[in-house]
T-cell receptor, first 114, second 112 residues
């Protein structure tokens, strides 16, 4: 089955700096890669996702890149703000027949210091 | 904005007791899921449900677990005889078609 590795487990940056979180996946059939942000005690919320037919996607300060050959994808947050502090999870799945089972990485605790 | 709702938000139970966690998925969604998150750990897939039957389940989802959609709106997770290691946050999620999975706020289960 799919296995997702995520690094680093913790990341501390100064406000205004960039943050990069990296994930690798094992199943070359996976074709959908979402990123979730989870604040303490809250539900995971989708912040950006990418499908395997695209190499990069950007939404304001957030971007995701995908390298299918190497089976890795990354989240980039630019101009970080204290409210970006949270745990970020990457995930991978195979979209098939509309259903998807997400396999999550272990999470990265991002701290943005003012 | 429509959302997935879960009850209870927190349940404390004694080991060996049965627990039912309830979820109301978004009304036009077709696929339903339960995930769990042990404190400080990653979110883990338990089970997916489509067309009134389980479509996939993980190794965590053993005979002590069951899911049901008793009516057109509710989706429940039952744990027959709880163990200490079942203590976790349980998230229900739903999906219309391929794409964003919407999570509920979670039900925290504490087994004593």
């Amino acid at each position: 089955g799919e296995n997702v590795e995520q690094h680093p487990s913790t990341l501390s940056v100064q406000e205004g700096d960039s943050a990069v979180i990296k994930c690798t996946y094992s199943d070359s059939a996976s074709n959908y890669f979402p990123w979730y942000k989870q604040e303490l005690g809250k539900r995971p919320q989708l912040i950006i996702d990418i499908r395997s037919n695209v190499g990069e996607k950007k939404d304001q300060r957030i971007a995701v890149t995908l390298n299918k050959t190497a089976k890795h994808f990354s989240l980039h947050i630019t101009e970080t703000q204290p409210e970006d502090s949270a745990v970020y999870f990457c995930a991978a799945s195979l979209l098939q027949g509309g259903s998807e089972k997400l396999v999550f990485g272990k999470g990265t605790k991002l701290t943005v210091n003012p | 904005e429509p959302e997935v709702t879960q009850t209870p938000s927190h349940q404390v139970t004694q080991m060996g007791q049965e627990v039912i966690l309830r979820c109301v998925p978004i009304s036009n969604h077709l696929y339903f899921y339960w995930y769990r998150q042990i404190l400080g750990q990653k979110v883990e897939f338990l089970v997916s449900f489509y067309n009134n039957e389980i479509s996939e389940k993980s190794e965590i989802f053993d005979d002590q677990f069951s899911v049901e959609r008793p009516d057109g709106s509710n989706f429940t997770l039952k744990i027959r005889s709880t163990k200490l290691e079942d203590s976790a946050m349980y998230f229900c999620a739903s999906l219309f078609r391929a794409g964003e999975l919407f999570f509920g706020e979670g039900s925290r289960l504490t087994v004593l």
